[in-house]
Nanobody
Framework: VQLQASGGGLVPAGGSLTLSCVAS????????MAWYRQAPGNQRELVAQ???????DYADSAKGRFIISRDNAKNSVYLQMDNLKPEDTAVYYC??????????????WGQGTLVTVSS
């Protein structure tokens, strides 16, 4: 199983980006999915998460600006980011709790995509 993230880039403050992440491989079912980020010198932190049924939760820093969504048919999760701030600059990682069979679930990470917000 692999998670492939894309959509990062350089954007001015106040701008928008949408990140995408698609899971591939021998997948039985994808449960919770999430986006994390890690800025230089900082620990990786949760940005937003979404259950298979679509329930969402956000870090306080993301509330009102970011929207997480998913397409179960496409094994994909998205992060729409609006009103970006320089402090949002980080490498963003997608994460999934993925069942590879009826009895086994594992955690998987994407490779990360860099988001840089200029002031």
């Amino acid at each position: 199983v692999q998670l492939q993230a894309s959509g990062g880039g350089l954007v001015p403050a106040g701008g928008s980006l949408t990140l995408s992440c698609v899971a591939s491989g021998d997948i039985f079912r994808i449960n919770d999915m999430a986006w994390y980020r890690q800025a230089p010198g900082n620990q990786r932190e949760l940005v937003a998460q979404i259950t298979r049924g679509g329930n969402t939760d956000y870090a306080d820093s993301a509330k009102g600006r970011f929207i997480i969504s998913r397409d179960n048919a496409k094994n994909s999760v998205y992060l729409q980011m609006d009103n970006l701030k320089p402090e949002d600059t980080a490498v963003y990682y997608c994460h999934g709790n993925i069942m590879v069979s009826r009895n086994y679930e594992f955690e998987y990470w994407g490779q990360g995509t860099l988001v840089t917000v200029s002031s």
